[in-house]
């Protein structure tokens, strides 16, 4: 019975991350296709197919940034971008509801902080073993040799354009999500608590 009630104590002071997860896993199409548009941007601006113009590399890097903004606010709003955004103004510039998420999310900092830790524990965890297994692909696999001797890269191109395109699929929407569920983590505005069995 104890240690039911140990893992129930756990699960729900991980419920930010978990809800990460869950938010990833279930709207993956959406993220997916977003941090699409991100890694195609970040491989262009490094040369993937070939050098770029000044000024294509400034539009592209606001194509990128605005599809990570795009993510952000996507999970802001609980998969609408709108509602997110709305969030996002009112937590931001709306002096009176800044106050009001200010206190509570101080109160909630001072109660739960082994809570905060235990999240960022694991969400260091996850970033660290993807972000390995990235690397290994980019340098430990023959996939970067077979695009440039395909040419389906140029010969310019290093390996970032491999890590760059596949952190832009995973670790930074990931992150994204992570940030935008700790601001409603923080004032009490996560969805249904997940069930625990």
Known sequence: MNAMLLSRNIYKSLD????????F?????VIFGLGLVAALGRTIQLKAFGP???SSNALIEVVVESARLAI???ALG???VRKGTTRFIEFVANRQSRRQNWQLGSRKLRRNWPALL????????LAFFVNAFINHIAYETCLYITLKTRQLISGQASEWVLILFFKNLSVIPFTLIFSALF????????????TYT
């Open 16 to 23: 930010w991350t978990l809800h990460t997860v869950r938010f």
């Open 25 to 29: 896993r279930r709207h993956f199409l």
């Open 52 to 54: 770029i113009s000044p």
């Open 72 to 74: 952000f606010l996507y």
């Open 78 to 80: 609980l998969s609408n």
């Open 118 to 125: 235990g999240n960022l524990f694991i969400f260091s965890l």
């Open 183 to 194: 601001w409603l983590w923080l004032v009490n505005r996560l969805p249904k608590p997940i």
